[in-house]
């Protein structure tokens, strides 16, 4: 009989390698996605895991009706913000996030997005497919010798900065956490938000959105950008105040703007859309086959040694 089993519920796609390694540590898996929160809140009482990625919304009430069985929430990626994580903390139930898995693949769709923008290449494909061969309407700006401002300086950023000097780009970072030690070990030059604000030709984001950075680029702070500044967001869509953004676009103070992410997700509408200059993308920042393998591996393998060994050390 399997009634003592440990059981995992994944709810959302995963790469199949998370239910394997669940079932080789002898852990029962089962496999939903696409519950509504009523619906899973109606079975979530019968496991000790939940593993997510970003559709699964895990609110207070999920939580309550998984308790008292439910002991770890294993998040197959980085931001935590689709799980009320103080809720967890209070009923006992472990968050934990996957924070190097999907960086350098993150870090990468922001380099495309400076391509991108700096080229116009999605607006010149559009154009050249369309029959149109406007050759002299696509005049684009170098990397090369430019300042890149990163605000934040983690993982994701650090990587970024790497690869962009790499470009012949310089780099300046505004990250409180930032070490003057490790911003000399990376090659950055640790800023003040401000000065990062004035001196930047590119801007991209790599914090996660919190009440420290929630609108960080807020329509006082797009004011203070260079004239043309062109901007990147993987992050988080909170992080940007999207109306002063659609102004800065159409005034042209910010020459472009290239979006992953969004206020409101999923963004099948939004006030920025059709706005001169910008550029988008369906939070496709961790989408790459080797991002989502190392994820799963990585959430599987953590919640696996915290169900099956954490469990004993704390008996
Ligand atoms: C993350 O937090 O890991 C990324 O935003 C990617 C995702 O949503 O899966």
Known sequence: QVTNAVKVLISDKMDPRAAAIFRDRGIEVDEKTGLSPE???????????????????????VMDAALPRLKVIGRAGIGVDTIDVPAASARGIV?????????????????????????EIPQADQSTQAGKWEKNRFMGVELAGKTLGLIGCGNIGSIVADRAHGLKMKVAAFDPFLSPERAVELGVDKVELDELLARADFITLHT????????????????????????????????????????????????GAALDVFAKEPATENPLFGTPGLICTPHLGASTNEAQVNVAIQVAEQMADYLLLGGITNA
């Open 208 to 255: 996660p959105l919190t009440d420290q950075t929630r609108g960080i680029l807020s329509r006082e702070a797009l004011a203070r950008t260079k004239k043309g500044v062109r901007i990147v967001n993987c992050a988080r869509g909170g992080l940007i105040d999207e109306e002063a953004l659609k102004d800065g676009l159409e005034t042209g103070h910010v020459a």
């Open 39 to 61: 619906e899973l809140s109606a079975i979530i009482g019968d496991y000790d895991g939940l593993a997510v990625r970003s559709s699964t919304r895990v609110s207070a009430a």
């Open 95 to 119: 968050v934990m996030n996957t924070p190097f898995g999907n960086s350098i693949t993150t870090a990468e769709h922001a380099i495309a997005m400076l391509f991108a923008l700096a080229r």
